[in-house]
T-cell receptor
Framework: GAVVSQHPSWVICKSGTSVKIECRSL??????MFWYRQFPKQSLMLMAT?????????EQGVEKDKFLINHASLTLSTLTVTSAHPEDSSFYIC???????????FGPGTRLTVT | DAKTTQPTSMDCAEGRAANLPCNHS???????VYWYRQIHSQGPQYIIH???NNETNEMASLIITEDRKSSTLILPHATLRDTAVYYC????????????FGIGTKLQVIP
């Protein structure tokens, strides 16, 4: 149990376009979902935290108008990278919590390359 | 959340126990110690967590010192598939429980 999926697993897009990444909890309802970004040879950096039905809380330095997060249901959160630029190329990872006391379950990640 | 300190890298012979240390000297009373690992180009995987008692599951054992200022993750019989970056994280339960990842320990299991 506690499986989190992401779609797509990798995507290549042109500069200036928008890309949507989906994160789903497959066998549990997630009260909270998190979005991380990881650049090569670096650790994961938390971008934002979202609870179902409410606005996401963004970490300092993360542009909320550029990285749109929608947590419309207890099993789905989406991250949209708007007007993507090459510097947005990264590994994006989501995670989900079953409840406030549970550990985080991570998705497999989405590799975004902006050309 | 309390900060953690881990060695940057470690090697372990296949079949031997891998002991990964973590210092968290500023841990507070309501903070748990969590361990995750990340195999190359994959999402992190939860391993184990504990508050003050030692814990064991099918993947690993977690030994927490009595003063809770340090802990050790033990993989009893390391395999090549255990090669990964291991993250020790301290975080409080409840609320958002957001997790801050440090650099972690790169464990290389050697045949």
């Amino acid at each position: 149990g506690a499986v989190v999926s992401q779609h797509p697993s990798w995507v290549i897009c042109k500069s200036g376009t928008s890309v949507k990444i989906e994160c789903r909890s497959l066998d549990f309802q997630a009260t909270t979902m998190f979005w991380y970004r990881q650049f090569p040879k670096q650790s994961l950096m938390l971008m934002a935290t979202s609870n179902e039905g409410s606005k996401a809380t963004y970490e300092q330095g993360v542009e909320k108008d550029k990285f749109l997060i929608n947590h419309a249901s207890l099993t789905l959160s989406t991250l949209t990278v708007t007007s993507a630029h090459p510097e947005d190329s990264s590994f994006y990872i989501c995670s989900a919590k079953r409840d406030v006391t549970s550990e985080q379950y991570f998705g497999p990640g989405t590799r975004l390359t902006v050309t | 959340d309390a900060k953690t300190t881990q060695p940057t890298s470690m090697d372990c012979a296949e079949g031997r126990a891998a002991n990964l240390p973590c210092n968290h000297s500023t841990i507070s009373g309501n903070e748990y110690v969590y361990w995750y690992r990340q195999i190359h180009s994959q999402g992190p995987q939860y391993i184990i967590h504990g508050l003050k008692n030692n814990e064991t599951n099918e993947m690993a054992s977690l030994i927490i010192t009595e003063d809770r200022k340090s802990s050790t993750l033990i993989l009893p019989h390391a395999t090549l598939r255990d090669t990964a970056v291991y993250y020790c994280i301290v975080t409080s339960s409840g609320g958002y429980q957001k997790v801050t990842f440090g650099i972690g320990t790169k464990l290389q299991v050697i045949p």
